[in-house]
């Protein structure tokens, strides 16, 4: 399975940013697919997740009501709409498969990161 991450850039906080994934592989469409990010001198931290099968999702607290999570199943491609950044939102974001929930020590597969950063 191979990932490909995009929509990373600089904006200003309250604005938004769509990030991409594209999955590719046979197997891809097996997996659910997840967000993590790390801003600098952190940990990797879950941001949201979703079940290819069926619309369920999850999110990190940090990010409920301001990013949305969404797949386009014939694409094999999932999104994260974020709105209202804030500059605590300023990391590298990485996009991963996995077995549902998308829980880190479960991951699969990794994308490249790509870079996010909220000015104030």
């Known amino acids: 399975v191979q990932l490909q991450a995009s929509g990373g850039g600089l904006v200003q906080a309250g604005g938004s940013l769509r990030l991409s994934c594209a999955a590719s592989?046979?197997?891809?469409?097996?997996?659910?697919m997840g967000w993590f990010r790390r801003a600098p001198g952190k940990d990797r931290e879950f941001v949201a997740a979703i079940n290819w099968r069926v619309s369920q999702t999850r999110y990190a607290d940090s990010v409920k009501g301001r990013f949305t999570i969404s797949r386009d199943n014939a694409k094999n491609t999932v999104y994260l709409q974020m709105n209202r950044l804030i500059p605590e939102d300023t990391a590298e974001y990485y996009c991963?498969?996995?077995?549902?929930?998308?829980?880190?020590?479960?991951?699969?597969?990794w994308g490249q990161g790509t870079q996010v950063t909220v000015s104030s």
């Open positions: 991963a498969a996995a077995p549902w929930p998308v829980i880190l020590s479960t991951i699969r597969y």
């Open positions: 592989g046979r197997t891809a469409s097996s997996y659910a």
